[in-house]
């Protein structure tokens, strides 16, 4: 039994690779067994509104999309889900409880703010849950300055480039079709909180497994062969003449010498890099346009 599972070593060697692999996989949707559905249990919110089109970018139908839409993936995700659009210059607004905020960041000032008033979060105020900022006013630096806000479980689990992404996918389509940029910041925040974070990729998800099949096959393909090994003898290597001869060869050590070296070890630190505005203290990510 000890020689059989020497032999078969490499295939229970990958096979075991390829489980942990997949299990890991499968961890990074740990988040699945939120998504079950439970009561929500803020009853401080100020109002049941999740879309505030203040900069009047939708059409009626749009919002009233958007809002079921809103209401279904916050019972998917246990995560409030908001919107909001300005068309307005938040100069004064931000400088009046921030006055050391940069224009860039009036609306992530303006974010942080009408969350905390309206009291959103799904399970308690200023709780779980994400807000889009849209302010298709342009700064004093000219530019349109939207804020991605995450609070509670969100902020806990997401990073810069997962709020990023998400802005990313909406600036793709925000100048031209809002509605559909809007419904995109909806469903990728319920898709990246189910996982697909880790790969952000519109490929199925199956791929992982697949690659993971190949992955293994080739493994397993190298290692065999390496095992077969090569013949490196024949009947005749050791004869010399009409008997066996075989060449006895010895090292030997005059001197030794022990040389140590010391390897300094350094460390340094840096912070958080990328071509977008953002981060700190705060949770949440912003874009300009």
Not at 27 to 42: A, K, P, Q, V
Request: glycine residues 8%.
């Amino acid at each position: 039994m000890k020689e059989y599972f020497k032999f078969f070593r490499w295939i229970y060697i990958t096979l075991v690779i390829f489980l942990a692999i997949f299990l890991a996989i499968r961890g990074f949707h740990y988040f699945d067994s939120r998504m079950e559905h439970y009561e929500r249990t803020n009853t401080e919110c100020a109002t049941t509104r999740r879309v505030f089109d203040n900069a009047d970018v939708l059409s009626d139908k749009e919002e009233k999309k958007l809002a079921k839409l809103i209401e279904k993936r916050q019972a998917q995700t246990n995560c409030d889900i908001v919107l909001v659009t300005l068309n307005e210059p938040l100069r004064e607004y931000a400088e009046a409880i921030e006055p050391d905020a940069f224009s860039d960041e009036y609306v992530r000032v303006y974010a942080e703010q009408f969350y905390a008033d309206n009291k959103f979060g799904y399970d308690e105020a200023d709780g779980d849950g994400i807000i889009l900022v849209d302010n298709w006013s342009r700064a004093d630096d000219g530019m349109i300055h939207t804020w991605l806000l995450s609070k509670g479980i969100v902020e806990d689990i997401f990073s810069y480039k997962d709020l990023d992404h998400i802005l990313d996918r909406v600036y793709e389509y925000v100048e031209n079709n809002p509605y559909r940029a809007y419904k995109t910041y909806i469903n990728d925040f319920y898709d990246d909180m189910r996982g697909n974070r880790l790969f952000h990729t519109n490929a199925p998800g199956f791929l992982p497994i697949i690659v993971g099949v190949i992955a293994s096959i080739i493994f397993i393909a190298v290692n065999w062969k390496a095992k077969s090994g090569v013949n490196t003898t024949t009947p005749v290597t050791y004869v010399s003449g009409k008997r066996a001869d075989f060449v006895n060869a010895q090292d030997i050590f005059i001197r030794r010498s022990v040389t140590q070296h010391r390897i300094q070890s350094s460390s340094s630190s840096g912070g958080h890099g990328g071509g977008h505005h953002g981060g700190g203290s705060h949770g949440g990510r912003g874009h300009s346009r």
